[in-house]
């Protein structure tokens, strides 16, 4: 691509800042190191191999997917060892066998007698193998078996009579995102750490090897304390980290490496308002910090260069329309936005804004952009 500058960027366009993206991703695996445990990304958050390339220990994986498409990708890549960590389903049978049989170790998880025996049948009618994993609830959070439920053992004896490669537990302490305090996220990775240790015991000792021990969440992963009898750690956002994370003390403002540039189109005076025309097909419609001590709105707004302008916020958000005004009790001073001044938006969910685009604009010095890293979407 031919190099641009910030201004020369029609809008709204999605920004990557590789320098703070990069000491992110040190901070992560220093973290780890310390925990003693491996590094399987998740790579739902960037869709991207030019990131995905700069969390992987090595060209082949391991990496954590949501979606067979990210599969697909990122096995066209190069990548060998990929966990789908989502249950599967029985009409994305098929397409896990293309893939295995393309050389990809493709791990599913599953949570319930019903899928795998499910699993099981496919496996005899197929003559196909297939390494699964048992997906644990360590939090109430979202799907998965619970630790002390007769049930798990139950599924891991169907599959390993079956000749299925029962590789491990997982879990993922999604609740961690509702946290008040660090104090709390602490005592929520203790909490995933020692169901899915529990859990991968109880197997043992119905004659399951259960190798891998795998928990995920950011908070949880940069707040352990310890994670004894974990294998691996999976996490995503961190990557680029947003105003959930930072709303959670996980990061700080300035940590945040995902921004949009948007651009002033008008005003409302009367009302306080400067309209941009970056609404909630570029910012999405998450609203994750409402329910956090300092609302964001839609995102913070920051000027050309990255810097918050003090409380002013995406305010609303129409299709094609952002507004930003003050947030609601501010003392500050909203600042005169000239139509035609650029300004930059910190996302609430960097997952969710980033799924709005085709690419990251990649920042360089002076306002540079200097390369486009293209990046999908779908299923």
Not at 62 to 87: C, M, N, Q, W
Not at 279 to 302: F, K
Request: glycine share 8%.
């Amino acid at each position: 691509m031919s190099k641009h500058t910030l201004e020369q960027c029609e809008t709204p366009a999605l920004i990557l800042d590789p320098a703070k993206m990069e000491h992110n991703i040190e901070r992560m695996r220093n973290k780890l190191r310390s925990l003693n445990v491996s590094f399987r990304p998740h790579v739902k958050t960037n869709k991207c191999i030019d990131v995905t390339r700069r969390l992987m220990e090595t060209p082949e994986g391991p990496i954590t997917v949501s979606t067979l498409r990210e599969a697909d990708y990122f096995a066209a890549h190069g990548v060998k060892d990929i966990l789908y960590a989502v249950s599967i389903a029985p009409n994305k049978l098929a397409h896990v066998i293309a893939l295995r049989q393309q050389g990809v170790k493709l791990t599913i998880i599953l949570d319930s007698l019903e899928a795998a025996q499910m699993v099981v049948d496919c496996a005899r009618t197929s003559k196909q193998d297939f390494d699964v994993m048992i997906e644990i609830d360590s939090d109430g959070h979202r799907s998965g078996v619970k630790p002390d439920a007769p049930e798990l053992t139950d599924i891991g004896l169907l599959l390993h009579a079956a000749g299925i490669n029962v590789a491990g537990v997982l879990t993922h302490a999604g609740s961690s995102y509702d946290c008040k305090s660090t104090d709390e996220i602490r005592q929520l990775a203790e909490q995933e750490r020692s169901a899915t240790v529990g859990s991968a015991e109880r197997l043992r000792a119905v004659g399951i090897p259960c190798p891998t021990v795998s928990v995920g969440s950011t908070p949880t992963a940069l707040f352990a304390e310890h994670l004894e009898g974990v294998t691996e750690v999976r996490t995503g956002v961190f990557v680029f980290f947003d105003l959930v994370m930072a709303g959670l003390n996980v990061c700080r403002i300035e940590d945040i490496a995902l921004s949009v540039l948007a651009t002033v189109i008008g005003h409302q005076a009367e009302k306080g308002w400067t309209l941009i025309d970056a609404g909630w097909m570029a910012m999405s419609r998450d609203r994750g910090t409402a329910r956090q001590t300092v609302d964001q709105g839609y995102g913070v707004v920051c000027d050309i260069d990255g810097q918050p302008l003090e409380d002013v916020i995406l305010i609303g958000a129409n299709q094609e329309h952002g507004i930003v005004a003050l947030r609601s009790g501010s003392g500050s001073n909203m600042p005169h936005l000239p139509v035609g001044a650029q300004v930059r938006i910190l996302p609430n969910h960097a997952c969710s804004t980033a799924a709005q685009y085709s690419h990251y604009n990649v920042l360089g010095a002076d306002r540079e952009i200097t390369a486009a890293w293209q990046r999908f979407n779908g299923w």
